[in-house]
């Protein structure tokens, strides 16, 4: 049995983004997504969630860019005066290397984004994070903690097989790029990350793909990726999108690309692969 999960992270980034998530779903085989408390169409985002209940809605927690949800004073190490969130990866894991952010204060945060989600209706399928920043055992031990108190199961194992995804990105022509790079070193703190879920009892799906190819996911990349499913669960990202004036604003390097995803998640080629190949669209409601 294959079963696949397609999730669209990024969902209350702009309107744009949501009605490329919403369009992927209603149009196509999009089956998740997960949603950014302090995303600015936050609002637009839970109207849509309301109206497509077929559609299983997480959270994208955020710890990089844009404002905390939490009360500054409360999360006072991790972000500056004015409650920015770090701007960057870099800077994010620098200072919590260095130990100059608590976890406590890492906690609140999450807890408080994942609460406003809920006091907004929505009852979240799982947790992932905005650049995968839960692949650092820090936050990782902080969003297991978080789980647990709030009873959500099931996480986002961003480790991926590098292997199946060398062999999607040759076939769609595309060469080694700096989130193949990224990729590689988030397998390699996979054996924490697994420890620490024990840990908290989350469970996620046996295999993931997509962050090697973030932004590059077309519809021959994702013919490529169903082609490679292995048996079991399979989670793919993906970064759906309809590229707008806010999302230029916005800074995020993924724009165009998000109109490639879109057309891949519509493509009648890749849904007839699915058929071809016997696998199950999932969300994350249905994994266990």
Known sequence: MKDLILNADDFGMTLGVNEGIIRGHRDGILTSTTLMANG??????????????????????????GKCVARTE???????????LPESLPKLVARLSSGMISGKDIARELRAQIEKIRAAGINPTHLDTHKH???????????????????IKRVRKPAE??????????????????????????RA???????????????????????????????????????????GSTEIMLHPGVSDDDLARSGTRLREHRETELAALLDPGVRSALRERGVRLISYRELN
């Open 133 to 151: 920043t839960h692949a650092h055992p820090r936050v990782m031990e902080a969003l297991g903690k978080v789980a647990k108190e709030l009873g």
């Open 161 to 186: 097989n590098l292997h199946d995804s060398w062999q999607s990105m040759r076939a769609d022509g595309l060469g080694i790029s700096m989130q193949l790079v990224a990729a590689g070193a988030v």
């Open 40 to 65: 600015p169409a936050f609002d637009d985002a839970v109207k849509l969630a309301n109206a497509n209940l077929t559609l299983g809605v997480g959270c994208h927690l955020v710890l990089i860019g």
């Open 74 to 84: 409360d999360v006072a190490s991790l972000v500056d005066a004015d409650g920015n």
């Open 189 to 231: 703190v996979a054996p924490r990350f697994r420890a620490i879920s024990r840990k908290y009892g989350l469970m996620f799906p046996d295999h993931f793909l997509g962050l090697a190819m973030t932004g590059q996911v077309s519809a021959t990349a994702l013919r490529g990726m169903i082609d490679a499913l292995g048996e």
